[in-house]
């Protein structure tokens, strides 16, 4: 935080001296006559250039305008690109109008020393706007326009096709408080060494916004992915500061936004955003034939303080896809990505696919993609190279309809792939439908080494209109609940969804509950597969229909083949109220059961479903007992005394080992409380009874 307070205390400072020093515009005679151009309004005629085909070429020696000033690039119908260096030592700063009268003709601005555009810096361009630090632009197949080496310029009528780079330290780009914008349909491009947004905004709407950061020599297309060293961007919008406006709207710093969306393209090797955002919506129109796309490439990305980057929908077209490749990792704290499609739209939702190394969400981060039309939900899908981490009531949602509307569409799918996922402190991965609706919810699948929920952390498949429930696919090798949540869930008419895991262990522990449940209509299924063992400490797995026709029948409850399968204090239900309890079958090696614990496929007014339990244990009933706090007398395993076998008074010390313990099953360790660690006094073991073991060994056992 102290580097970008400096940051912007350094940049203000520039600021303050560049108003103070007067505009200037000098050509350097590399390519006509040297000297100044006179102001306020500078005039850059087409004759003060060198014209080759539809190309004009300038070259400047400094080149700053001042706020109230302006410069206007002029020349005829034919050229189609005007071109334009600044050779000298300067950075270019931009306070005023920078205006081209050349109809539709694009704006390449070449400084390798770096340009910083101010608070009154605008565009009045007629084509696309290019802003480049590089040292070279290169014109089809053997032409170039050099800015270090200006003698080594190949001038032809090819248009520009790439930047080249000579340093490894190119020159910045700043953009304070400046709104800078192209005509619809335009590209606005800058691509240089770091580039720094602070309250800026950067708009082409239905166009393409480029923002590539090199650190590296060599050559560079912008909107395509480089493999070169890459620099920082930063984005940064005080709350303090409002955005900018267009008739009363807000216009994103970022912003592509439009009849029918465009394009950003963002490279950089580290991006961050601090109350900034990006945006790319569908503000009307017909439904377009592609849709507006976010790419951005980088190694670390990172949103707090409210941030967001979207490309929803509020019309009839379809919202744009985000794509996200952060090789390192991808944060958002207190901020979002979202691709949600509005009221009353008919178009559907994008998609947001995320590439990364490490992805968290805290603080309230959050990934959405949802509809509140009749158009689909977008799908979420995340494959992340080290892990997902979701805290303090982060979300990630993909769902349909809003209190009071009419919605038809159905939700989009998640799917996340990562070798370790948490979900803690109330954070959640949901799929759902509200209220009236009428599509069904999308599907949540996960693909994991080790899934982890904690503190009401939760995964959440649910409908409460008349579609069907999103089902919940899990494979995780090994599955850790402490308080934690997943369910497919129906409170409206349409039927629950299914769960399924595959799980080589899984521990439910602290009321965990793993539900599938209907209030109007039938319940979903919820099956285990486990290879090692299952184990529910104070906790539940059950499917439940509420519904109060006969056909609104429980779920199904399958756990199979887990070597060990542990109830402590917990319960199997597959019940329902006015249809048929569902059926619960169970085969495990070794099932235990303690007092207290349930299973249960009952119904109410209906018919009870079947249980069906296939064991190895030959008792699988009550099989797991409490330790009792009463005494075990070990005297009668003991010999009797010296003294009393010899008629002398002598004494004896004697320690029974462990033989008299029995054996944990499958070699699990057994806790041994420390009262058992006891003292021989008239040779009576204080301590439990040694033939039963205490719940709690298991609960320790399972890693």
Do not use: W
């Amino acid at each position: 935080m102290k580097s970008n307070k400096l940051q912007t205390t350094l940049l203000v400072i520039l600021m303050s001296l560049s108003t103070m020093l007067s505009a200037e515009i000098v050509r350097d005679g590399t390519l006509g006559n040297k000297g100044a151009l006179v102001g306020p309004h500078f005039l850059i005629e087409e004759t003060m250039g060198q014209q080759f085909g539809s190309n004009l070429f300038h070259s400047f020696e400094s080149f700053s305008i001042n706020a109230g000033e302006s410069a206007t690039f002029m020349g005829s119908d034919s050229v189609a690109h005007i071109i334009s260096r600044v050779t000298g030592n300067e950075v270019s700063f931009i306070n005023g109008l920078l205006r081209s009268e050349v109809p539709d003709a694009n704006l390449y601005f070449l400084n390798p020393n770096g340009f910083i555009f101010g608070e009154q810096a605008t565009l009045d361009i007629q084509g696309g706007f290019h802003l480049s630090t590089a040292d070279t632009l290169y014109l089809g197949e053997g032409g170039r326009f050099d800015v270090s080496t200006p003698n080594q310029s190949l001038l032809n009528v090819a248009p520009p096709t790439h930047f080249g780079f000579l340093s490894n330290q190119p020159g910045e780009v700043t953009i304070q408080g400046s709104f800078l914008q192209v005509l619809p349909e335009k590209t606005l491009s800058i691509t240089g060494g770091d580039l720094h947004i602070q309250e800026g905004t950067l708009y082409a709407p239905d166009g393409q916004i480029n923002l590539v950061s090199v650190v590296a020599a060599g050559d560079i297309v912008p909107g395509l992915s480089n493999t070169k060293a890459l620099g920082t961007v930063t984005l940064s919008q005080s709350p303090d500061i409002p955005l900018k406006k267009i008739d009363d709207i807000d216009i994103a710093n970022i912003d592509t936004s439009g009849v029918t969306g465009g394009n950003v393209f963002i490279q950089s090797g580290k991006f961050f955003l601090s109350g900034g955002s990006i945006s790319s919506q569908v503000i009307d129109g017909i439904r377009q034939k592609s849709v507006s796309r976010i790419t951005i490439e980088t190694q670390e990305l990172r949103l707090q303080d409210n941030s967001s980057i979207d490309t929803n929908t509020f019309g009839d077209g379809d919202g744009g896809n985000i794509t996200i490749t952060a090789t390192d990792n991808l944060t958002l704290i207190n901020s979002g990505i979202s691709v949600a499609a509005g009221l009353e739209t008919t178009g559907n939702a994008g998609n947001i696919q995320l590439q990364v190394g490490q992805l968290t969400l805290q603080d309230g981060g959050f990934l959405n993609s949802g509809t509140l039309g009749s158009g689909i939900g977008g799908d979420i899908l995340i494959n992340a190279t080290q892990g997902v981490s979701l805290f303090n009531r982060s979300l990630i949602a993909s769902s349909v309809g809003a209190p009071f509307t009419l919605s038809l569409g159905s939700g989009g799918n998640i799917g996340i792939i990562a070798p370790h996922i948490e979900i803690e402190g109330r954070s959640e991965v949901q799929s759902g439908t509200f209220d009236i609706t009428r599509g069904n919810g999308g599907n949540i699948s996960i693909e994991t080494e080790q899934l982890t929920l904690n503190d009401s952390g939760s995964i959440t498949a649910f409908t409460m209109g008349n579609g069907v429930g999103g089902n919940i696919d899990i494979v995780s090798r090994e599955l850790k609940m402490h308080n934690g949540l997943i369910t497919s869930e129906s409170v409206g008419r349409g039927n629950a969804g299914s769960i399924t895991f595959t799980t080589d262990k899984a521990l439910l522990n602290h009321l965990s509950v793993i539900y599938a449940s209907a209030t109007q209509a039938g319940g979903g299924n919820i099956e285990f597969k486990v290879d090692d063992n299952l184990y529910l400490f104070n906790s539940g797995i059950t499917t439940r229909a509420e519904g109060e026709q006969t056909q609104h029948s429980g779920g199904n409850l399958t756990i199979s083949k887990p070597q060990f399968l542990v109830l402590d204090k917990s319960q199997l239900n597959a019940s329902a109220y006015a249809g048929n309890g569902g059926n619960i079958k169970i085969i495990a090696d070794h099932f235990i059961k303690s007092i207290g614990s349930l299973i249960d496929a009952s119904s109410e007014l209906g018919i009870d479903g079947n249980i069906e339990i296939i064991s190895l244990d030959e008792d699988i009933t009550d099989n797991f007992t409490i330790l009792s706090d009463s005494f075990f007398d070990a005297s009668k395993f003991l010999p009797k005394r010296c003294v009393e076998r010899l008629g002398t008074d002598i004494s004896s010390f004697y320690v029974t080992g462990p033989k008299i313990l029995t054996e944990a099953p499958h070699n699990l360790s057994v806790h041994i409380p420390t009262r058992l660690l006891t003292t021989l006094s008239d040779n009576r073991v204080l301590g439990s009874n040694p033939f039963s073991v205490e719940p709690q060994f298991i609960k320790n056992s399972v890693h």
